[in-house]
Nanobody, 124 residues
Framework: VQLVESRGGLVQAGDSLTLSCAAS????????MAWYRQAPGKEREFVAQITTTGSTDYAESVKGRFTILRDEEKNTLYLQMNSLKPEDGAVYYCNSKTDRTTLWLCQDLTDDYWGQGTQVTVYS
């Protein structure tokens, strides 16, 4: 699985920004996709996840402000970020999780794939 993220951006607090992540190669093996982020000096943290059934989960810090979406036809994941705060500034990573058991062609893949990361900076 290959994940390519869109460019992030420099935005003012309170603004909105949407990130996208295009998935390719063996996308039929993907069971869920997610966004993580890592701020300087901090560990990578979970932001949001969406499964192939459409079930979503969010970190408490972004609930009500961020929305994760997936376009199955385009194999693209989105993260709509509203009411951004300076503490939302980080490198955002797209992640896919692999179902290695349902299809034989997926069995040799790894459990997780990651995008290259994209910088989001929020200034006050």
């Amino acid at each position: 699985v290959q994940l390519v993220e869109s460019r992030g951006g420099l935005v003012q607090a309170g603004d909105s920004l949407t990130l996208s992540c295009a998935a390719s190669r063996d996308t039929v093996c993907i069971s869920a996709m997610a966004w993580y982020r890592q701020a300087p000096g901090k560990e990578r943290e979970f932001v949001a996840q969406i499964t192939t059934t459409g079930s979503t989960d969010y970190a408490e810090s972004v609930k009500g402000r961020f929305t994760i979406l997936r376009d199955e036809e385009k194999n693209t994941l989105y993260l709509q970020m509203n009411s951004l705060k300076p503490e939302d500034g980080a490198v955002y990573y797209c992640n896919s999780k692999t179902d290695r058991t349902t299809l034989w062609l997926c069995q040799d893949l790894t459990d997780d794939y990651w995008g290259q990361g994209t910088q989001v900076t929020v200034y006050s």
